[in-house]
């Protein structure tokens, strides 16, 4: 009685660990499949170029980050997530095409694409990206951003136009120097900081917008939102003609600027027009319902 | 040539028609005045974008009815206006037989936006005040105004129907208080808004909701800047903002067009 009693207690522990070992085995099959579904990986391209290259990298999920390099080459550092994202590069002449392209069941995480992208400083650059963040720096050819909720950061560019467009992702824009700049988002904050050029325009509609800068250039800048505060810093010996005026907000300027003529009509508290300087650049801050306030350095 | 004259004839622009149709002296005013400058180079830019619009392709023509309907019902275009939508500003388009389904249900939404921007900047036009209206200060003007008032007189022009009043977003105060007898009532969503929106659910649930939000977001800006110009028909500027909030939801449409494609 007591031997099958043992018998059978050995049976059932063979058959626990049976038990235990297919667990086991299942449990790294299924890891080895999911390191796979998931695998990353890392693919990089090298575009011979001309002068005036023209890069597009357009990537549903996933950051881009160009940089200025060697100025007939194009290197494109490409890291996907999953296999559930492919990367399409095409080449016409000095036009390089690079798109992220969705396999069917990708998502935010598989689908994931980060781009690190040199170029010649001279290229044209448009980039798209709807979670980014985009960073583009040290350039000098013609910008074009798009995001949806895309981080966008522009630094140490010059000489070039700008143009960026969000829905709500946040855009600042570093130490550009004779930019002709247009930036457009629905509900994002723009930071501008060293931000001069012939043409300066920037529009939010429920986002904010600062601006810290000299209004340099004898440029037109033009600030608008609808519901959101503007701020601008600039030094004391700026240059430069105000207007500035909120429909229902409030504005306020530390400024002791000369009193301006001007065709529209001035509301005390909520607008004023005055001159700084040699008025060397016109600087139009405009909101429907935001602060405006113009701040001494 | 005054500001007035120059709103005239400023639904050609939309017509396309080439620099000497108009008067001789219009050249002058638009380059001596800011105001018309602006508005000239956004119709310029609307009216070539739209022209842009024949390479794609055409949405149904209930679709322009629609679209025109909704302007009438929210008394954002006349007749007139509304048949220049339909017809004028209709792009010649070319079906693509294999586009995907998907595509066609999206490809509205660019024409969509064009026409938005143009019923925006037809009807700021065609409802400008006189000159008069604005040279002549309001008592709002000359005194700091702490609060609208909640109950302003009637100085909606003739061709703004009383729907357009009723569905207005309220105004706020001078720090963005709602006044508490004009609570805000967020309207239903146009006939256009939930095609929109059905559109860029096919990117999910929460992208949706994204869009939605910053939908009603736009409208809302749209309705208080509209708000406001029905009550201060002279304000130049408040006119601008009410075209900036239109080019807002353009944007928006825009970006979801991107994003879908």
New interface residues.
């Given amino acids: 009685m007591a031997s099958l009693r043992k018998a059978s207690i050995r049976q059932a522990g063979i058959q626990q660990t049976s038990i235990h070992n297919t667990a086991a085995v299942t449990l790294v099959l299924a890891t080895c499949l999911a390191s796979a579904a998931f695998a990353e990986s890392k693919k990089e391209y090298r575009f011979a170029v001309g002068p005036n290259a023209i890069v597009s990298v357009d990537t ?1 999920y996933g950051a881009i980050s160009v940089k200025s390099g060697s100025a007939d080459q194009v290197i494109v550092t490409a890291t996907l997530k999953s296999d559930d994202v492919e990367v399409d590069q095409q080449q016409s002449g000095s036009r390089i095409e690079i798109a992220s392209h969705l396999l069917q069941g990708a998502n935010e995480q598989t689908g994931r694409v980060d781009y690190v992208v040199l170029i010649p400083p001279d290229a044209t650059l448009n980039l ?1 990206s ?1 979670i980014g963040p985009l960073s583009v720096e040290q350039l000098h050819g013609d910008l074009t951003l ?1 995001g ?2 895309a981080v966008v950061n522009i630094s140490n560019v010059e000489n070039c136009h700008v143009h960026v ?4 992702g946040p855009i600042t824009l570093a130490s550009v120097r004779n930019g002709h700049v247009e930036i ?1 988002t ?2 994002g904050d723009i930071h501008l900081k060293s931000v001069t050029g012939p043409l300066v325009l920037a ?1 939010s ?2 986002g904010k917008i600062f601006y810290d800068g000299d209004f340099g250039a004898g440029g037109d800048y033009k600030f ?1 939102t ?2 959101g505060d503007i701020e601008a810093l600039a030094p004391a010996d700026v240059s430069a003609e105000f207007r500035v ?1 909120s ?4 504005v306020h300027t530390d400024f002791p600027l000369l009193p301006h003529h001007s065709r ?7 607008s004023f027009v005055g001159t700084a300087g040699k008025a060397e650049s016109a600087v139009v801050l ?1 909101s ?2 935001g602060r405006i306030r113009l701040k001494q350095r | 040539m005054t500001c007035s004259e120059v709103e005239r004839v400023l639904p050609e622009l939309l017509d396309g028609a080439p620099d000497d149709a108009f008067p001789p002296d219009f050249d002058a005013h638009v380059k001596s005045c800011p105001a018309c400058s602006d508005l000239v180079s956004d119709l310029k830019l609307i009216a070539s974008q739209a022209r842009q619009l024949a390479t794609t392709e055409e949405p149904a023509p209930r679709v322009w009815l629609r679209i025109a309907a909704e302007l009438r019902a929210e008394g954002l275009t006349s007749d007139p206006a509304a048949r220049e939508l339909e017809s004028a500003h209709r792009p010649m388009l070319v079906p693509v037989p294999s586009s995907p389904r998907w595509r066609w249900r999206a490809l509205w939404l660019a024409p969509v936006a064009a026409a938005m921007l143009a019923a925006g900047a037809y009807v700021i036009s065609y409802k400008r005040a006189p000159q008069v209206a ?1 040279q002549a ?1 309001t008592p ?6 702490p609060v ?1 008032p909640a109950v302003t007189p009637p100085s909606v022009p003739a061709t703004a129907p009383q729907q357009m009043a009723k569905k207005s977003a309220k ?4 720090n ?1 208080a709602v006044p508490a007898v004009e609570a805000a009532v967020e309207p239903e969503p146009s006939a256009e808004d939930q095609q929109f929106l059905s559109v860029v659910s096919t990117l999910g649930a929460s992208t949706r909701a ?1 869009y939605q939000n ?1 939908l009603n ?2 409208n809302a ?1 749209i309705r ?2 509209q708000a ?1 110009v029905d009550r201060n028909p002279g ?4 006119r ?2 009410l075209m ?2 239109y ?2 939801k353009a ?2 449409y825009q ?1 979801a067009l ?2 879908i494609q």
């Fill in positions: 549903q798209h709807s798009e949806t909720d467009r969000t829905m709500r457009a629905i509900s529009s509609g429920r608008t609808h519901t005026h429909v229902l907000g409030r529209y009509s001035m509301k005390a508290g909520s405009r429907f319902s | 604005q200060p709002q003007e000359t005194s700091p105004s609208i105004p706020t105060g001078v963005g994204t910053q977001a736009v800006d208080e800047a406001y304000d130049a500027d408040a601008q903002h900036d909030a080019q807002q944007l928006l970006i991107d994003r």
